[in-house]
């Protein structure tokens, strides 16, 4: 059974993965464009066309979103996301030209590896490319490939991540799911039970220090560097939803952050939720609980993100730690 953001009718997923570097980037792709939305409420955001997402502006569909490694390089990888949709005929008539409408956002992962490494226009293409309707592979792949967690003690301490996904079907046949690049600079708790699931790792005994405790106990000033976090992510749906409904499930997506990641939308983070809705599904679906299912599945997929992620660049994935 397909539990991730591909169980969205009409969404197909691609990944560009260079373990080598730790970098890389995710396509998600809607053939007959999607209605788009888009909320930024991290401090450091790197984004490409978000602002014709918003209600007030004309363009009413979205053919790809792009997620990518390589902090503001990596938007060039967006640009082969465009060619790619552009070769297949995709994009809107403006006047003698078919363009494809891509938004895009990044996340820091310079310096796991190297910094001189980072998604380009061809690796966007190459994502594009390779973009199916199966299951999304999930972990230290594609923007989630140079991830990291927990970064309040520095990169040093910190966890391995990835990119996530989870899916669900509410009441009315609609399937909401959501794909989240977790690069968080605070840790990732389990909404569920409120454990420190992921943060600086203690080096006295296996385990893991609480982010928010340390920054009010300690302060931020001088512990870890900033602008080097930001998740980002998309949700989905194949309900028919108008341009205001698209944006509010982008806001509302952002409790599912705040639930799983603390602290989150800091200063040092750049977090971005974009919105795709298909429109594949018939009925009138119900916002509230539309909304309520994107907070859940946003929550689910920062979860899956350090549960799958393998280690990389000398930083441990849960998988990797005797946790006693």
């Known amino acids: 059974m397909n539990s991730t953001i591909t169980s969205v009718s009409g969404l197909e997923v691609g990944h560009y993965t260079d373990l080598d570097n730790a970098t890389g980037c995710t396509v998600i792709i809607c053939r007959r464009g999607a209605v788009g939305g888009v909320d930024v409420r991290g401090g450091s955001p790197g984004t490409r066309e978000t602002d014709l997402l918003r209600p007030v502006y004309r363009v009413n569909q979205v053919h790809a979103v792009v997620l990518s490694g390589g902090s503001a390089f990596g938007l060039d990888s967006a640009s082969g996301a465009m060619r790619y949709l552009s070769q297949n005929g995709i994009g809107i008539q403006a006047g003698p030209a078919l363009v494809p409408i891509v938004s895009a956002a990044i996340l820091f992962d310079l310096g796991l590896v190297t910094e001189k490494v980072y ?3 061809a690796d966007g293409f190459t994502a594009s490319a390779a973009a199916t309707t199966n299951s999304m592979p999930e972990g230290s792949v594609g923007a989630g490939t140079g991830a990291t967690v927990g970064k309040v003690l520095g990169i040093e301490r910190s966890i391995k991540a990835g990119i996530g996904s989870a899916s669900i ?3 009315g ?3 909401i799911a959501a794909a989240i690049a977790v690069n968080a600079y605070g840790g990732i708790v389990d909404y569920r039970t409120g454990q420190v699931l992921a943060g600086p790792r203690r080096e006295d005994h296996p385990g893991f220090l609480d982010s928010n405790a340390l920054l009010l106990e300690q302060g931020a000033s001088e512990i870890g560097p900033p602008l080097t976090n930001t998740t980002i992510g998309v949700v989905a749906t194949d309900a028919q939803l108008t341009k205001e409904d ?3 499930l982008s806001r509302v997506a952002h409790d ?9 939308h800091t200063m040092r983070d750049g977090d971005t939720m974009f919105t795709m809705a298909t429109g594949a599904a018939s009925g009138t679906p119900d916002m509230t609980v539309l909304g309520a ?3 859940e599945v946003t929550a689910q997929a920062v979860l899956r993100a350090v549960q799958t992620a393998t280690g990389l660049g000398g930083i441990p994935a849960l998988r990797d730690l005797d946790r006693g």
């Open 119 to 121: 998604p380009t226009s």
């Open 169 to 171: 079907q509410v009441p």
């Open 173 to 175: 046949g609609f399937t």
């Open 246 to 248: 698209a944006n509010h």
């Open 256 to 264: 599912g952050l705040a639930m799983s990641i603390r602290p989150c």
């Open 293 to 295: 299912a994107a907070v």
